[in-house]
């Protein structure tokens, strides 16, 4: 599948991360195989480009982190959405459709 | 975070090992997929917020490893700091300590000391002591006193037999250490009872020193002493420092005013304080809160009016009461002291402390400049890896504060060092005076750290210019940049470029003030001077020994004439003493006693004329002397005679006195004195006659140009018990089996009069209070003249040492070319010699100037005095030449061959 152009992505990367992290705790390898995964390959984001966004995120405290075991008895670090985190989504959503309804509104006129 | 990224790179590179691919394969695609780690790393960091600690932490340990491989710069650079820093704290300690501070906490009041003045018919005013009485009226001012306390000073012998020794004490009132707010350290002060006049309770209140000389017990407190041979309970003990008003130095022993009679013996017998005309006590106060001195004397005249109505009223005329602040370094405070030169000595040592940490700021400024141009290279290496230049200033601010926190920490113990070397100093000479030594010289924490804030802000903002300029940098002309090229054209922008100026600046100051500096040094250092052509006397081979009567059983005034005789006798026929004399002072000491004269034509005419207000007194030096006195302590006469040995120890004839020339000057005017008769100011005084006139010797409150007028009567004709024995002795005479003798001598001619003393008499002028305050003063010039001249040095050193070495590649490549050694030194020094020649011209001008402000405040120097403009500016410029003519050497030694290679 071809990578389509990344710019756009890096900019609602936070966004997609806390999505990514909805429903259930995941490490960093587990948030990019999420976001591929639900966009149906779409979205390939260089997978490590995910840590400025996650530790960015975690400082704002909207994720929360600590060590576990991944599914292979591997050590990993599991990123968790926080309250705060649950809240900032749902706002990131909001303020996402209202831009892209309007950018569509512009494109739909001639 | 690092093992996180590994273990996702793992994870993806075991996905695709298990697609097939070879572990190696297998890691290339997962780091491909994954992306650039380092710099995702930084980027990770710098998300964190937390991350300015961690960075300054990082930036402080960086900052430590490169002033260690830096160790030369370091070095010089804290340096600097530490001698800027600890001894300017030193200078403003001493300058607060001796004559800033108040004397008590302000805030409570004033204190000042009282004096009572009378106009006299030339203009001046005349001050003399009060009476108890007059002291009872004063105290009850309360709109003006918040409390008054009377203070009266004597010696009295302190100690019993072997170890009675002479000292100062000082008899007080009730309120004396309220006015300064003391509370004791041990026990308590005294109560009203014991201060009235002839109470006679026999207590003593110890002061601190003095009590930690005799052992410091802790069980003190009600233990006895002996004091003119009576016992007297010590009710408690003062508290550390305190010595009243003086900044140096104070009575070890303090006595309530009730035992004045047993303790102080005027002309004629015991003192009683509750006689109306006897006037001894000097007055000191506290005056109201908020009310300030000006405020104080503007509502004396009150108080002056309500006096002079009662029957304490003075009959030689209406007096004018004064306040002022007390005088710092005089024990005695009748006479309100004026001491200019203490205003001007301030703020010109506070001026030098400031210049000195000027020049060292100035310094530090060059070191900084010159290390930024040094990493230049290493600064691009790094904004070319991906640092951002917020971040690069602060790590080299960074490494400024450390420099100024290491130079704090060694200022601070230069700071205590110097202090523990004063303080032991002056201890040392003042042991063997009769005061006690309170100048404790120590670290002061807020001083040090308001020193040190300033070095940290002068430090920061120095390293700042710096820092912005290197990282403001084309990245890649300074990769490509050999240091050595980046001289700008032109020979004239090479010479007056910032860190040339920055030292060329230096250099001025530093001419100006080492200059001020050997103004002072040299206006102070005659009072070091113990020669006989400065003091007026002689001191080699002289000696003093010590006995006083009135620690023996009493005696009539005819029993001690024969026994001073006999003394007399005696010392005399001792082998080895040349010539011995008797008097009731040592010149120079610190005790004076003065009474005020008046010329008997002047009295008598104004007396018939019922004007007795318009004589004019004269306050002089009294001194009662044998035969032979003024020849043994080579004192020239210079009209008239000698006492004869009737007058002097027999005491017969008619009262004589023999004046000092300013003296005569001021009783008489210019007309011949010998002949002419003077007396007292009280009424009632007996005529003397003048018989002799001789240059007075100098005495140690001589501050200002003219001397003390002098009178010296025969000692058979005054009643003093108290009795000082001058000793010369022969020359090749060895003083030590002599002086034993004499004090053998002595004690078996009459063993109930203690020796109380016997010391050489050069040894009693160098323990002379003012002196030692005045040396103190000087030594703060001589070690700030000192300072700035290395200061100096340093930088001069600094900055030709790394401009050179900016140079050697074009050094190298001269003497490759054929350029002999000697044309590359005068290559390298022609520019250090136009530099400091320039340096030298400006900063000479500059100290001119400061010379013509300075010149209210220089005794006997003139402000252009050319020997320290000589030495200062001459010092300066062979110093400097010698630190260019160094790294100047260096480098035409250097081999070129190396220093093409290099880079």
Redesign the interface.
């Known amino acids: 599948m071809a990578k389509e152009k990344p710019d756009l992505v890096y900019g609602t990367l936070d966004m997609l991360v806390l999505k990514a992290l909805q429903h259930e705790p995941r ?3 587990g948030i990019a195989d999420r976001i591929q995964q639900i966009s149906d390959e779409v979205l390939n984001v ?4 995910l ?2 966004a ?3 995120l ?2 704002e405290g909207w994720i929360s982190a600590e060590w576990g075991s ?1 599914e292979n008895k ?4 599991y990123y968790k959405l926080t309250a705060a985190g649950r809240k900032q989504l749902t706002a990131e959503m909001d303020h996402w459709s209202r831009v892209t309804a309007a950018i569509n509104q512009v494109l739909a006129k001639a | 975070m690092a093992e996180e990224m590994r273990l996702h790179l793992e994870g993806l590179a075991e996905r695709h090992a298990a697609a097939g691919l070879s572990p190696k394969e297998a890691r290339d695609a997962a780091l491909r997929q994954f992306g650039h780690v380092e710099g995702l790393k930084e980027q990770s960091r710098d998300q964190r917020r937390v991350g300015w600690v961690e960075d300054l932490f990082r930036d402080f340990v960086y900052a430590i490893r490169s002033l260690r491989s830096n160790p030369g710069f370091t070095a010089v650079a804290v340096f600097t700091l530490a001698l800027a820093i600890g001894l300017n704290s030193t200078t403003f300690f001493l300058i607060d300590k001796l004559f800033i501070c108040p004397v008590a906490p302000v805030d409570r009041g004033h204190v000042v000391t009282i004096h009572t003045g009378r106009k006299q018919a030339d203009g001046q005013r005349s001050f003399r002591a009060f009476s108890f009485a007059e002291f009872i009226a004063i105290a009850q001012a309360a709109d003006v006193f918040d409390r008054v306390a009377a203070v009266q000073l004597s010696t009295a012998a302190v100690g019993r037999d072997e170890d009675v020794k002479t000292l100062l004490v000082c008899l007080v009132s009730q309120d004396y250490f309220s006015v300064f707010g003391a509370v004791p350290a041990s026990g308590r002060f005294f109560r009203a009872e014991e201060t009235q006049p002839n109470a006679a309770q026999s207590a003593a209140v110890l002061s601190y020193t003095f009590w930690q000389k005799l052992g410091g017990r802790p069980d003190v407190v009600g233990s006895r002493i002996t004091i003119n041979r009576r016992d007297y309970t010590i009710i408690g003990v003062a508290p550390r420092g305190f010595s009243g008003a003086n900044s140096v130095a104070g009575p070890e022993v303090w006595l309530p005013l009730g035992v004045a009679s047993a303790v102080v013996r005027g002309w004629t017998g015991a003192e009683d304080l509750s006689d109306a005309r006897v006037r001894p006590l000097a007055l000191i106060g506290r005056l109201l809160p908020h009310l300030t001195v000006n405020a104080a004397n503007a509502r004396l005249p009150d108080i002056d009016a309500r006096l002079n109505a009662s029957p304490l009223s003075d009959p030689d005329g209406a007096r004018q009461l004064l306040v002022k602040l007390p005088p710092r370094l005089d024990l005695s405070f009748v006479w309100p002291s004026d001491q200019p030169w203490v205003d001007e000595s301030i703020r010109t040592s506070l001026g030098l402390a400031m210049m000195v940490l000027l020049v060292a700021s100035l310094n530090l400024a060059n070191l900084l400049l010159v290390r930024g141009m040094t990493r230049r290279k290493e600064i691009a290496v790094r904004l070319s890896l991906g640092a951002s230049r917020g971040r690069v200033v602060r790590q080299l601010l960074t490494e400024g504060a450390l420099l100024a926190l290491m130079g704090a920490a060694a200022g601070g113990i230069i700071c205590w060092w110097t202090g523990q070397l004063l303080t032991g100093f002056f201890q040392h000479i003042m042991a063997g005076g009769a005061t006690s030594f309170n100048l404790e010289i120590e670290v002061d924490p807020p001083l040090l750290i308001a020193t040190l804030f300033f070095c940290l802000t002068a430090t920061l903002l120095f390293a700042l210019g710096p820092a912005l300029q290197a990282t403001k940098l084309d990245l890649i002309e300074q990769l490509k940049l050999q240091p050595g090229a980046a001289s700008r054209a032109g020979r004239w922008n090479r010479l007056f470029s910032l860190q040339h100026c920055l030292v060329m600046g230096q250099l001025a100051l530093s001419v100006m003030l080492l200059f001020c500096a050997g103004l002072f040094v040299r206006s102070n250092q005659d009072e070091s001077r113990t020669d006989a052509t400065y003091l007026g006397f002689q001191t080699e081979r002289e000696f003093v020994a010590h006995v006083n009567y009135e620690l023996t059983d009493s005696c009539t005034p005819d029993q001690l004439k024969s026994r001073q005789r006999a003394l007399l006798a005696r010392v005399r026929a001792i082998t080895g003493v040349e010539r011995a004399s008797l008097s009731s002072l040592v010149p120079y000491s610190t005790f004076n006693w003065d009474i005020r004269l008046v010329s008997a034509e002047q009295t008598s005419t104004a007396a018939a004329a019922a004007h007795r207000e318009t004589v004019t007194s004269v306050r002089s030096l009294f001194t009662a002397v044998t035969d032979g006195y003024f020849q043994m302590l080579e004192i020239p006469l210079r009209r008239g005679r000698d006492f004869t040995p009737t007058e002097a120890v027999e005491g017969r004839g008619r009262p004589v006195a023999i004046i000092s020339e300013e003296l005569a000057r001021t009783l008489f005017g210019d007309v011949d004195p010998i002949g002419r008769c003077l007396q007292g100011a009280e009424p009632g005084e007996r005529e003397i006659e003048v018989v002799g006139v001789v240059r007075g010797p100098r005495n140690d409150g001589d501050w200002e140009q003219r001397p003390w007028p002098r009178i010296y009567r025969p000692l058979g004709q005054v009643l003093v018990p108290d009795t000082y024995v001058h000793v010369k002795i022969a020359p090749g005479t060895i003083p030590g089996p002599m002086l034993t003798q004499l004090g053998r001598e002595m004690r078996a001619l009459d063993p109930r009069t203690p020796v109380l003393s016997l010391q050489p008499l050069a040894e009693i002028v160098a323990s002379n209070v003012n002196r030692v305050a005045r040396f103190l003063t000087a030594d703060i010039f001589a070690i700030s003249g000192g300072l700035v001249l290395i200061l100096a040095l340093i930088g001069v050193y600094g900055v030709k040492a790394h401009t050179v070495a900016l140079r050697t590649r074009e050094i190298g490549i001269r003497i490759a070319l054929g350029a002999r050694r000697q044309e590359v030194l005068a290559l390298i020094l022609r520019q250090a010699v136009v530099q400091i020649l320039v340096s030298v011209a400006v900063g000479g001008a500059l100290a001119l100037a400061a010379g013509r402000v300075l010149s209210s405040v220089l005794i006997k120097i003139s402000p252009d005095d050319p020997a320290a403009l000589l030495t200062s500016t001459g010092l300066l410029s062979t110093a400097s030449l010698v630190a260019a003519l160094v790294p100047a050497l260096r480098a035409a030694r250097t081999d070129p061959t190396i220093t093409l290679r290099t880079e």
């Open positions: 490490h960093g390898l260089e997978q490590g480009s840590y400025p996650l530790y960015r975690e400082a991944s591997r050590k990993a670090r």
